[in-house]
């Protein structure tokens, strides 16, 4: 089965632009997590969604982050405006079921630089 | 809050010898505790699973075990070799219907030739 997707795999934007990451979670997983990780920093989780419901975002950082995932298959997250702290590389996870015993899927992560 | 703390310094180990690195925890016990391998420029790979309630787990060359009273979980890598080199990953997971994890930020292992 091909695996969790992300694009883009970087991206470099100035403050205060918009960036969308994007993220195809394997088929038929109905739940899809977002993490990012800071430089220096463990990687922390952001938000999580069944099919197309939020199921929890207490992760987010601020409303400048909106995460979508319209239709229940692939999520978006969408920084506006970025800001310098954004910057950080951003993991989308999917699985089956929500339990421990479903195993997280990681994507290779959306590097983000904001300069 | 809950944490996971692992040594931030590297593991360096002979080919061959066994790798031990440790995940220690704080406040309560989490329901279960997970061990991912990252390598450079990759996601976190699903290794391993504990959950509270078991000491030890294996699969093939790896082996975890959990202990609730040093707060405490290792994981071993038996008969080393160098494409185990990566960076170990432990996380902790309570109980809930989905996977809120909160991730160490994990100990690079280089496995010597």
């Known amino acids: 089965e091909a695996g969790v997707t992300q694009f883009p795999s970087h991206s470099v934007i100035e403050k205060g632009q918009t960036v969308t990451l994007r993220c195809d979670p394997i088929?038929?997983?109905?739940?899809l997590y977002w993490y990012r990780r800071v430089m220096g920093k463990e990687i922390k989780f952001l938000l999580h969604?069944?099919?197309?419901?939020?199921?929890?975002e207490s992760g987010m950082p601020n409303n400048r982050f909106l995460a979508e995932r319209t239709g229940g298959t692939y999520s978006t997250l969408k920084v506006q405006p970025a800001e310098l702290e954004d910057s950080g590389v951003y993991f989308c996870a999917s699985s089956r079921g929500g339990a421990y015993n479903s195993p997280l899927h990681f994507g290779n992560g959306t590097r983000l630089t904001v300069t | 809050s809950q944490k996971i703390e692992q040594n931030s310094e590297a593991l360096n180990i002979q080919e061959g010898k066994t790798a031990t690195l440790t995940c220690n925890y704080t406040n309560y016990s989490p329901a279960y505790l997970q061990w991912y391998r990252q390598d450079p420029g990759r996601g976190p790979v699903f290794l391993l699973l504990i959950r509270e309630n078991e000491k030890e787990k294996r699969k093939e060359r790896l082996k975890v075990t959990f202990d609730t009273t040093l707060k405490q979980s290792l994981f071993h890598i038996t008969a080393s070799q160098p494409a185990d080199s990566a960076t170990y990953l432990c996380a902790r997971g309570n109980s809930g219907g989905y996977q809120k994890v909160t991730f160490g930020t994990g100990t690079k292992l280089q496995v010597i030739p």
């Open positions: 088929s038929g997983h109905d739940n």
């Open positions: 969604f069944v099919k197309e419901s939020k199921q929890d």
